[in-house]
């Protein structure tokens, strides 16, 4: 039993800092950006790359993947999405770029790092074995890692002026506007940030389960979840989403072992009724 | 669009000339007899776009038609080779299925909006999936397959349509279903839009509070348009698993729903006739780039990014723009 709560934890963190990056873009700009999963897998071959096989400081790979992909993030705001909402007669039509920049980020992928499984030497080694849990200390320290990463952006979110202005965009664009708000540049940060966050869980998480060019489309599904149970736009809501889908992992796989393999099928299920019963997730605000 | 009457008959009489006589006459010409499949693909892939266009038409992003498409495909299969049901019949009854499926599940999930809706039909793909793994009747990852081609068609002795596996040429019958039945739909589709219920429907897309508080029973509304949409995907996918003669759960996935969707999008989501014109440049630009090997993909997203930053509004809106120049 702990040691189902402990995955659940460890997988928890990682989940709830993906879908922080999905949720501020969603925020800011009311862009569901399909290509995160896509993001977090080349933020993990950036890894791969400068750590594993130039054999630099895992630190400087995982401020490689986060810079590279803030860059890109940013790029990707103010050159596409931005032409497209002002161009665009519906709002939906980021959807069509966002899919693309998903299918062209997995065409790059596979050109540039090709379509093997790849994993990088364990950051740190040995094994936790105490009080009925067990659990390989690289696991503990990227948990806790990721614990970090997001207890900083709480803060920077809640205490820092760019944070205070994305949370105020978020809130209401045209008022945040009239305040003197540089609409613009900020969601090109926030933008950015989420791509960064994507990246650094990729670094991350190459260090324990690999990378392929293949994950990205079902990294970007479970996003989607854990935004819909905690309420898409929310930073608690995402956090949130996140710990509960790495529990229901978790215990799914071990309570429903014996049925094969339809854990995610309940999670589904469940997630329909509970939607339907609240339609805007655990925190989301109502959404027209 | 402010064609007059006689524009628009001429248009609808050179389309279906095109249809059901230039095109198998290039065809037999030219002896690519593989573009049959490419084109039957086409035509039925624009029937289930039709459908998501429609969901788009009330104002939500549908991406979830691979699930009925994949449950349409399954009931045919089961009916034809468990219940020995004729093809035709199990044709409405794949569409009759997915439309139900879609009440009861349109009941709670349409409720939902905006990204909500279109993550929730996304998980719903995937939920159709695993179904079809985990269910025994579906045979799980090993699918069903073997599916016999469709038999005769006869309505009190006089046979209208004959056992396709007598044919000599069954891409051909396959080709004039699969675009008798696109044409259909999408004159449908036409009627729908251009009624008071498409008039109700733009009003959903708008506002629907607004919609519901002078009297329109929005909750009906939408269900009725999502059962619509979800008949056209059962249909659509039951013609393809007769097409390939089997059905796995990977026949429709994540992919093909959002494929569906950009097809919609490309055609432009403010004209009926987009999503067949989205389906066609999408799939023949798909295979088009097929001769550039690994960079296919690269080369295909690229254009289609390039094609959003032009043309936001879809192909269609070019047409638009230029009227209004000239």
Redesign the interface.
């Known amino acids: 039993m702990e040691q189902v709560i402990a995955n659940g934890l460890y997988l928890g963190a990682q989940y709830a800092l993906i879908a922080l990056g999905l949720t501020l873009i969603?925020a800011l700009m009311n862009v569901?950006n399909?290509a995160h999963g896509q993001m977090y897998v080349l933020g993990g071959f950036i890894t791969y790359t400068v750590y594993g096989q130039l054999g630099l400081p895992f630190v400087v790979a995982l401020l490689a993947s986060g810079l590279t992909l803030a860059v890109i993030g940013a790029l990707m705001e103010k050159f596409?999405f931005r032409?497209?909402i002002r161009?665009?007669?519906?709002e939906?039509?980021t959807?069509?770029?966002a899919?693309?920049?998903a299918?062209?980020f997995?065409?790059?992928i596979?050109?540039l790092f090709g379509e093997k499984q790849r994993g990088v030497p364990k950051i740190v080694k040995g094994v936790f074995n105490d009080a009925g849990i067990i659990m390989p200390y690289d696991r503990i320290v990227v948990g806790a890692l990721a614990i970090v990463f997001i207890a900083a952006f709480v803060l920077y979110m809640q205490y820092s002026r760019v944070g205070r202005a994305m949370r105020a965009l978020a809130q209401d664009r045209v008022a945040a506007q009239l305040m003197g708000v540089r609409v613009d540049r900020y969601s090109m940060i926030g933008f950015a940030m989420g791509a960064m966050l994507a990246g650094v869980v990729g670094g991350l998480l190459v260090t324990i389960t690999g990378v392929n060019s293949g994950i990205g489309?079902p990294i970007s599904?479970k996003a989607?979840?854990m935004?819909?149970i905690g309420g898409?736009g929310v930073v608690g809501g995402a956090i949130a989403g996140g710990f509960i889908l790495g529990m229901m992992e978790s215990v799914g796989l071990t309570v429903l072992r014996e049925y094969?393999?339809?854990t995610?099928?309940v999670i589904?299920?469940a997630?329909?009724?509970f939607?339907?019963v609240r339609?805007?997730?655990l925190m989301?605000k109502p959404?027209? | 669009m402010t064609l007059n009457r006689n524009t628009r008959i001429a248009a609808v009489v050179a389309f279906l000339a095109i249809v059901f006589i230039a095109v198998p006459a290039v065809i037999s010409l030219s002896g690519r007899f593989d573009l049959y499949y490419t084109l039957t693909s086409v035509a039925l892939l624009s029937i289930a776009s039709a459908g998501v266009w429609l969901t788009f038409y009330i104002g939500r992003i549908n991406i979830g038609q691979g699930a009925y498409a994949l449950t349409g495909g399954y009931v045919s299969a089961i009916l034809v080779m468990n219940h020995g049901w004729s093809f035709w019949l199990t044709l409405p009854a794949a569409g009759l299925f997915c439309a139900a499926a879609s009440v009861l599940i349109g009941l709670p999930i349409l409720r939902l909006r905006g990204v909500y809706f279109a993550m929730v039909t996304l998980v719903l793909t995937e939920v159709a999936r695993l179904l079809a793994l985990a269910l025994p009747i579906t045979n799980g990852a090993k699918g069903i397959v073997s599916i016999p081609l469709p038999g005769a068609l006869s309505v009190f002795g006089i046979t209208l349509i004959p056992d396709f596996a007598t044919l000599q040429n069954s891409r051909l019958a396959f080709y004039l279903l699969a675009v008798t039945l696109m044409v259909v739909c999408f004159a449908i589709m036409y009627r729908l839009v251009n009624s008071r219920i498409g008039k109700l429907c733009q009003s959903l897309q708008q506002n629907e509070e607004l919609a519901s508080s002078i009297g329109v029973n929005i909750a009906y509304l939408r269900v009725i348009a999502y059962a619509v949409s979800s008949f056209f995907g059962g249909v659509s996918g039951a013609i393809f698993a007769a097409i390939s003669q089997s059905i796995y759960p990977s026949s429709f996935t994540v992919t093909d729903s959002v494929n569906f969707m950009l097809n919609c999008f490309l055609g432009g989501l403010g004209y009926v006739f987009g999503p067949m014109l989205g389906t066609l440049v999408l799939y023949f630009g798909w295979d088009l780039l097929f001769q550039t090997g690994r960079f296919q993909l690269l080369i295909y997203s690229g254009l289609m990014i390039v094609l959003m930053l032009v043309l936001p509004n879809g192909l269609l809106s070019l047409a638009e723009t230029t009227r209004k120049k000239g």
């Open positions: 969603f569901l399909f596409l032409t497209v161009r665009s007669h519906r939906e039509s959807m069509l770029l899919a693309a920049t299918f062209f997995d065409a790059v596979l050109l489309g599904i989607f979840l935004v819909m898409a094969g393999d339809v995610y099928l589904f299920a997630l329909m009724v939607l339907s339609p805007n997730g989301g959404w027209g």
